[in-house]
């Protein structure tokens, strides 16, 4: 059972070592606003931030990230 802090904060601690205990539940942070568009080198996306409380304040409420796959072992991402 998972315990959560007002900021949102989830705690449920795993028997398995590769799981976080600590995480933020589903509605934090963005969400994906029409879906992913590829491009030649990887993909696009418009990210809008879910209405959950601020963990820092001065949120952007839409971004853009761009994610490349660069060789078979570097993936790079921007956000803007």
Do not use: M
């Not at 398995?16 to 942070?29: A, E, I, L, M, Q």
């Not at 971004?63 to 072992?73: D, G, I, P």
């Amino acid at each position: 059972q998972s315990l959560c802090t007002l900021r949102g904060c989830c705690w449920s601690p795993q028997s398995d070592t590769n799981v976080p205990w600590c995480f933020f539940s589903s509605n934090h942070g963005y969400k994906v606003d029409g879906g992913l568009r590829t491009t030649q080198e990887g993909f696009q996306a418009t990210l809008t931030r879910l209405s959950s409380p601020s963990l820092f304040g001065n949120d952007i409420n839409t971004v853009l990230l761009t994610a490349e796959y660069q060789t078979q072992n570097r993936f790079r991402f921007k956000v803007s």
